[in-house]
């Protein structure tokens, strides 16, 4: 069983930063693909970015080259640095673990207006 926590969302401005945090129990992160998804209201969840045990990296065409995904293996913990926000990167923010099963967090809501 794997449990996830996320923090660091928010409110923030158009333009500016925040990053984001998910911790995970358990001793399969490691080998785990971690990825953030997202949900605004009245839209589907979808996926914003993984990231692979090994490293890779895929990104949503609308994150990319704002957002970046990484991992601490020592801490189990994954992050998403999110710069140069916009108001349609408002929502809750999910974060998932595939391993032997899926997982997710409760989510942390991410505000981004003036």
């Known amino acids: 069983q794997v449990q996830l926590v996320e923090s660091g969302g928010g409110s923030v401005q158009p333009g500016g930063s925040l990053r984001l945090s998910c911790a995970a129990s358990?001793?399969?992160?490691?080998?785990?693909?971690m990825a953030w998804y997202r949900q605004a209201p009245g839209k589907q969840r979808e996926s914003v970015a993984t990231?692979?045990?090994?490293?890779?990296?895929n990104y949503a065409d609308s994150v990319k080259g704002r957002f970046t995904i990484s991992r601490d293996n020592a801490k189990n913990t994954v992050y998403l640095q999110m710069n140069s926000l916009k108001p349609e990167d408002t929502a809750v923010y999910y974060c998932h673990c595939a391993a032997y099963g899926n997982y997710w967090g409760q989510g942390t809501q991410v505000t981004v207006s003036s």
């Open positions: 358990g001793r399969i992160f490691s080998i785990a693909v």
């Open positions: 990231i692979t045990s090994g490293g890779s990296t």
